[in-house]
């Protein structure tokens, strides 16, 4: 005679391990809500980085004498705009480095952080008289060709800092650098204009 068939129930699913689904369904739900949130708020609010830029500038002088020595006045128009509509901006260590044909003449730079308020911007004038700066015959045939064709060219590199809070996305820190050619017409001093504008890193 054969023997009656006995079943037997499943092991209960100890608690902890329905307290850590429970968990981990509560996590995903709040990541899921927080990527939404913060997509819509970027879609509202449409964050833009702060920019520096060159927006004119101006040679008074530039020459050099019969012992070589370079002797330069340099006027820059500096300005640091921010476009977001609803944030407003704070920069800091803006130190940029002016070269002409490898050598370091003027550094322009802030010595405390400034605030730019939204949809606005500051503008900086910084006017500059260099020291004798001497120059080899290379340096000197290169001051004789820019003054022969009518333009000066400069370097001019470096950065600032921009730190802004955007609604529900919090703060938000870049590194905003700018590396561009100033020209310009030696005879009069005259600007060239050229896009001389920051990119954020």
């Not at 709040?30 to 708020?41: K, L, N, R, S, T």
């Not at 476009?83 to 370091?104: P, Q, T, V």
């Not at 500051?122 to 004798?132: I, L, P």
Request: glycine letters at 4%; one cysteine or more.
């Amino acid at each position: 005679m054969s023997k009656p068939l006995v079943s037997t129930p499943p092991p209960r699913t100890h608690f902890l391990w329905w307290l850590a689904a429970i968990l981990c369904t509560i996590l995903t739900v709040a990541i899921i809500i927080a990527g939404i949130v913060i997509f819509i708020g970027y879609m509202v609010i449409h964050p833009r980085v702060p920019v520096i830029s060159v927006v004119d500038a101006y040679l008074p002088h530039f020459n050099y004498d019969e012992a070589g020595v370079l002797v330069m006045q340099v006027n820059i128009l500096l300005r640091s705009k921010n476009d977001n509509r609803k944030a407003h901006a704070r920069l800091s260590n803006l130190n940029l480095e002016l070269f002409f044909d490898g050598n370091r003449i003027a550094v322009l730079s802030t010595a405390t952080p400034y605030e730019v308020k939204k949809n606005s911007s500051v503008d900086f004038n910084y006017e500059y008289t260099s020291d004798s700066i001497p120059l080899n015959p290379s340096q000197m045939n290169h001051v004789d060709e820019s003054l022969k064709k009518d333009e000066v060219s400069f370097e001019l590199k470096g950065g600032v800092r921009a730190q802004w809070k955007v609604g529900v996305l919090g703060s938000i820190k870049l590194l905003c650098h700018l590396n561009c050619r100033l020209q310009f017409h030696s005879s009069n001093g005259s600007y060239i204009p050229r896009r001389c504008s920051s990119r954020s890193k």
